[in-house]
């Protein structure tokens, strides 16, 4: 019965990673992130969340941490500080991570979003021609950043930091 649960949360948490991915991919070679991604990470986190054992208080102040990220990211959108996608996105991210993780998740998010800038800015300034449509739009200087590289990479960073992630990594072994 232990084993069951454990798979069961190791399970439930791979949900973390791979949409993760799936949404840089996704704005890497579109510029968007489909509102599907958002919300299945973000309901993807209470089952989770159950299954690594986290109290119902725990659980709620997650839930709160995660509605405070999203109405600040919704400032920096109207800001046009980012796009909608990824405000809706580091909000869901954020339940995973908790307030435990957020100090790992915006120091990686930044530094990755950093590096992304450089290289973008290298790229772009080197007047590379394409025929790829994703490409072109990545290496036009009149596009912007796709952010969700930076946010996965941050999410990613901070999951050790995250009592329902640390759950769902705990119980793998190779």
């Known amino acids: 019965m232990v084993v069951a649960a454990s798979m069961i949360t190791s399970l439930l948490c791979l949900a973390f990673p791979l949409l993760l991915i799936y949404a840089a991919w996704h704005d890497v070679s579109t510029m968007t992130i489909p509102n599907w991604v958002s919300i299945a990470l973000a309901a993807a986190f209470l089952p989770a969340a159950m299954a690594a054992g986290l109290t119902l208080e725990e ?3 997650h839930l709160v941490f995660g509605a405070a990220v999203l109405i600040a990211c919704a400032v920096l959108f109207y800001l046009n500080v980012f796009g ?5 996105v580091i909000a869901a991210a954020s339940l995973w991570t908790g307030l435990a993780g957020s100090a790992p998740f915006v120091m990686g998010m930044a530094i990755a979003g950093g590096a992304l800038a ?3 800015i290298v790229l772009r300034r080197m007047k590379i021609q394409t025929t790829k449509a994703w490409a072109a739009r990545l290496l036009s200087p009149e596009e912007g950043a796709p952010y969700a590289v930076a946010i996965a990479v941050g999410a990613l960073l901070a999951a050790p930091a995250s009592p329902v992630l640390a759950a769902g990594l705990g119980t793998l072994s190779l």
């Open 59 to 61: 659980i709620g102040w």
């Open 84 to 88: 909608g996608g990824d405000a809706k």
């Open 118 to 120: 450089a290289v973008l």
